[in-house]
Protein backbone atom coordinates (compact mmCIF):
# COMPACT_ATOMS: atom_id res chain seq x y z
CA UNK A 1 0.00 0.00 0.00
CA UNK A 2 1.52 3.93 -0.78
CA UNK A 3 0.04 6.19 1.15
CA UNK A 4 0.26 10.35 -0.45
CA UNK A 5 -0.70 13.01 2.19
CA UNK A 6 -1.09 16.19 0.95
CA UNK A 7 -3.15 19.28 2.25
CA UNK A 8 -0.39 21.11 4.36
CA UNK A 9 0.33 24.55 4.68
CA UNK A 10 0.67 27.64 6.11
CA UNK A 11 -2.34 29.17 8.47
CA UNK A 12 -3.14 31.48 11.27
CA UNK A 13 -4.07 30.48 14.54
CA UNK A 14 -7.90 29.81 15.05
CA UNK A 15 -7.78 28.39 11.16
CA UNK A 16 -8.62 25.46 9.40
CA UNK A 17 -6.96 22.63 7.35
CA UNK A 18 -8.01 19.91 5.69
CA UNK A 19 -5.49 16.71 5.28
CA UNK A 20 -5.84 13.90 2.93
CA UNK A 21 -4.31 10.69 2.54
CA UNK A 22 -4.49 8.87 -0.74
CA UNK A 23 -4.15 5.20 -0.92
CA UNK A 24 -2.98 3.26 -4.14
CA UNK A 25 -1.85 -0.18 -4.27
CA UNK A 26 -4.69 -2.19 -2.65
CA UNK A 27 -8.07 -1.11 -1.36
CA UNK A 28 -7.90 0.09 2.52
CA UNK A 29 -11.64 -0.77 2.89
CA UNK A 30 -9.88 -3.46 5.43
CA UNK A 31 -7.27 -1.88 7.00
CA UNK A 32 -7.61 0.77 10.31
CA UNK A 33 -5.88 4.30 9.34
CA UNK A 34 -4.42 6.39 11.61
CA UNK A 35 -2.56 10.20 11.91
CA UNK A 36 0.37 11.07 13.64
CA UNK A 37 2.54 14.13 13.68
CA UNK A 38 6.28 15.22 14.46
CA UNK A 39 6.63 18.06 15.47
CA UNK A 40 10.80 19.29 15.67
CA UNK A 41 13.26 18.06 18.40
CA UNK A 42 9.90 15.62 19.29
CA UNK A 43 8.99 12.09 19.00
CA UNK A 44 6.77 11.40 16.21
CA UNK A 45 2.76 11.42 17.72
CA UNK A 46 -0.46 9.99 17.94
CA UNK A 47 -3.67 12.31 16.92
CA UNK A 48 -6.36 10.18 15.34
CA UNK A 49 -7.24 6.81 14.25
CA UNK A 50 -10.82 5.11 12.61
CA UNK A 51 -11.02 1.98 11.78
CA UNK A 52 -12.05 -0.17 8.50
CA UNK A 53 -15.30 0.83 8.53
CA UNK A 54 -15.41 4.28 9.86
CA UNK A 55 -17.85 3.07 12.62
CA UNK A 56 -14.81 4.09 15.61
CA UNK A 57 -12.69 6.86 16.14
CA UNK A 58 -9.87 7.34 18.61
CA UNK A 59 -8.55 10.87 19.12
CA UNK A 60 -5.53 11.86 21.42
CA UNK A 61 -6.88 14.62 24.14
CA UNK A 62 -5.03 17.51 22.28
CA UNK A 63 -7.01 17.79 19.64
CA UNK A 64 -9.78 16.04 21.00
CA UNK A 65 -12.94 18.56 19.85
CA UNK A 66 -10.91 20.07 16.76
CA UNK A 67 -10.29 17.53 14.73
CA UNK A 68 -12.03 15.18 12.91
CA UNK A 69 -11.02 11.77 11.15
CA UNK A 70 -13.01 10.16 8.53
CA UNK A 71 -12.77 8.09 5.41
CA UNK A 72 -14.25 7.22 1.92
CA UNK A 73 -13.73 3.47 1.01
CA UNK A 74 -15.10 3.64 -2.16
CA UNK A 75 -12.12 6.63 -2.75
CA UNK A 76 -9.55 5.08 -1.03
CA UNK A 77 -8.91 7.94 1.02
CA UNK A 78 -8.68 9.25 4.65
CA UNK A 79 -8.89 13.17 5.69
CA UNK A 80 -8.23 14.69 9.11
CA UNK A 81 -10.44 18.27 9.37
CA UNK A 82 -8.19 20.52 11.15
CA UNK A 83 -10.19 23.39 13.04
CA UNK A 84 -9.20 25.55 15.97
CA UNK A 85 -5.73 25.08 15.01
CA UNK A 86 -3.50 26.20 17.81
CA UNK A 87 0.68 26.68 17.29
CA UNK A 88 1.59 23.95 18.90
CA UNK A 89 -0.55 21.71 15.85
CA UNK A 90 2.69 22.51 14.09
CA UNK A 91 4.36 20.05 12.65
CA UNK A 92 4.88 17.17 10.08
CA UNK A 93 1.65 15.04 9.69
CA UNK A 94 1.85 11.48 8.65
CA UNK A 95 -0.84 9.18 7.77
CA UNK A 96 -0.78 5.40 7.92
CA UNK A 97 -2.38 1.89 7.38
CA UNK A 98 -2.22 -1.28 8.81
CA UNK A 99 -4.65 -4.48 8.61
CA UNK A 100 -7.07 -4.47 10.67
CA UNK A 101 -6.53 -7.73 12.45
CA UNK A 102 -8.35 -6.89 15.48
CA UNK A 103 -10.90 -4.58 17.02
CA UNK A 104 -8.62 -1.86 18.92
CA UNK A 105 -7.53 2.17 19.62
CA UNK A 106 -4.33 1.72 17.38
CA UNK A 107 -3.01 4.77 18.43
CA UNK A 108 0.77 2.75 18.78
CA UNK A 109 2.66 3.77 15.68
CA UNK A 110 3.52 -0.09 15.43
CA UNK A 111 0.52 -0.86 15.44
CA UNK A 112 0.88 0.10 11.47
CA UNK A 113 2.45 -1.61 8.55
CA UNK A 114 2.45 1.31 6.03
CA UNK A 115 3.52 5.18 6.21
CA UNK A 116 3.01 7.82 4.02
CA UNK A 117 5.95 10.78 3.47
CA UNK A 118 4.59 13.80 5.55
CA UNK A 119 2.82 16.95 4.60
CA UNK A 120 3.89 20.07 6.91
CA UNK A 121 1.38 21.96 8.85
CA UNK A 122 2.70 25.72 10.19
CA UNK A 123 0.33 27.83 12.48
CA UNK A 124 1.53 31.39 12.75
CA UNK A 125 0.37 32.75 16.37
Do not use: H
Amino acid sequence: VQLQASGGGLVQAGGSLRLSCAASGRTVSRYAMGWFRQAPGKEREFVAAISSSGGSTNYADSVKGRFTISRDNAKNTVSLQMNSLKPEDTAVYYCAATTEYYSGSYRRRDEYEYWGQGTLVTVSS
